[in-house]
T-cell receptor, first 114, second 114 residues
Framework: GEKVEQHESTLSVREGDSAVINCTYT??????FPWYKQEAGKSLHFVID?????DRKQSQRLTVLLDKKAKRFSLHITATQPEDSAIYFC?????????????FGIGTLLSVKP | EAAVTQSPRNKVAVTGGKVTLSCNQT?????MYWYRQDTGHGLRLIHY???????EKGDIPDGYKASRPSQENFSLILELATPSQTSVYFC?????????????FGPGTRLLVL
C-alpha cells in the first residue's frame, strides 16, 4: 500500500537553531501534504500544509518544501523555541471528491534544548 | 470551546467485551475519521465517514465497526475487544478546503483491553 516515511525518528537542536524534518511518499498521485504537531500527552493539531501546485509555502517560522520529482517534502522550523518541542507528523493524500484519506508518517520527536 | 470531543477519555475493557467510543464535533464538518495511534506506526485510519448515514473502511478496519447517526456524532464499536486493540484512539473531523481535507482532532481515548 501507499506509504509515507519520516526519516528522522528523533531530532535534537539547540534553541535558536533551525530544524528540518524530511518525509518521502510513494503515491505519485498524492497532492496534499499537511503537517501536524503533537505535544506530550496531547492531541494532534494542524500546523501547516502544502498542495502539489506549489513547491514552497511559508507561515511565520515554518516553511514546507515539496519536491514532486523526488516525492519528498520537508518541514523547516527556524529560530526554534522550547515550545516547538513535540512530535511532528507528516502526511499525504490524494484529492477526493468528498474529503481525503491521510497516510501518516510515524512521527519525529523534536527536542529543543535551551 | 473544544470543537471535537471524545468519550470516554480512558477505558479499561475485558477481552471479548463490547466497547463503544464516541465522538462529537461542532464544526459542522461533513467528514469524520477514526484513527489509532501506536508507537512505531504513527496514526492509522480505521473508519471514516462522508456524512450522516455513511461509513467507509479505512486501512485497518478489521475488528471495528463504525456508526454515523448524525452530522455531529461518529462512533467506533469494538464488538469483541482483544488485547491487540489496546491503543490510543483519535477522532477527527474534516473541513474541505480546495478539495483537500484539513482535519481537526479530538483529545483521544486511551483504551486498555485486558
Amino acid at each position: 500500500g501507499e506509504k509515507v516515511e519520516q526519516h528522522e525518528s528523533t531530532l535534537s537542536v539547540r534553541e535558536g537553531d533551525s530544524a528540518v524534518i524530511n518525509c518521502t511518499y510513494t503515491d505519485t498521485a498524492s497532492s496534499y501534504f499537511p503537517w501536524y504537531k503533537q505535544e506530550a500527552g496531547k492531541s494532534l493539531h494542524f500546523v501547516i500544509d502544502i498542495r502539489s501546485n506549489v513547491d514552497r509555502k511559508q507561515s511565520q517560522r515554518l516553511t514546507v518544501l515539496l519536491d514532486k520529482k523526488a516525492k519528498r517534502f520537508s518541514l523547516h522550523i527556524t529560530a526554534t523555541q522550547p515550545e516547538d518541542s513535540a512530535i511532528y507528523f507528516c502526511a499525504a493524500s490524494r484529492a477526493g471528491s468528498s474529503g481525503n484519506k491521510l497516510i501518516f508518517g510515524i512521527g519525529t520527536l523534536l527536542s529543543v534544548k535551551p | 470551546e473544544a470543537a471535537v470531543t471524545q468519550s470516554p477519555r480512558n477505558k479499561v475493557a475485558v477481552t471479548g467485551g463490547k466497547v463503544t467510543l464516541s465522538c462529537n464535533q461542532t464544526n459542522n464538518h461533513n467528514n469524520m475519521y477514526w484513527y489509532r495511534q501506536d508507537t512505531g506506526h504513527g496514526l492509522r485510519l480505521i473508519h471514516y465517514s462522508y456524512g450522516a448515514g455513511s461509513t467507509e473502511k479505512g486501512d485497518i478496519p478489521d475488528g471495528y465497526k463504525a456508526s454515523r447517526p448524525s452530522q455531529e456524532n461518529f462512533s467506533l464499536i469494538l464488538e469483541l475487544a482483544t488485547p491487540s486493540q489496546t491503543s490510543v484512539y483519535f477522532c477527527a473531523s474534516g473541513a474541505r478546503t480546495g478539495g483537500q481535507d484539513t482535519q481537526y482532532f479530538g483529545p483521544g481515548t486511551r483504551l486498555l483491553v485486558l
